[in-house]
């Protein structure tokens, strides 16, 4: 069962958002070869507000995601795609159906 998670919220710049939706439609496939990652979900919550909301069995799950290749590419895309630096949250999950 999963027991931890990461809730990533990403804020697109201007003009940004088709490039965003995007990469995160491209970073599927990528987070479908992690083992450890147990869900993935990419996420639009408004115009220009977008997340990724994943989830672990183990902590070092959630770690080996947090220096796998969607990590990477997020980071060296955040100054050109984002108009805030990404914030990623741990989440614990307390039930799941």
Known sequence: MEKFALLARLEAKP?????VL???KNALPIAAAE??????YALQLGPSAFG???????????????TGEIAKALMA????????APVIEHVELIAVK
């Not at 895309?77 to 805030?84: G, M, Q, V």
Request: proline fraction near 3%.
């Open 22 to 24: 995007n990469f995160l």
């Open 15 to 19: 003009g940004k958002e088709t490039e």
């Open 77 to 84: 895309k955040a100054s050109e795609l984002f108009s805030t």
């Open 35 to 40: 083992p450890d990652t147990d869900r993935w």
């Open 52 to 66: 990724i909301f994943d989830t672990f069995e183990t902590e070092e799950g959630r770690n080996a995601h947090l």
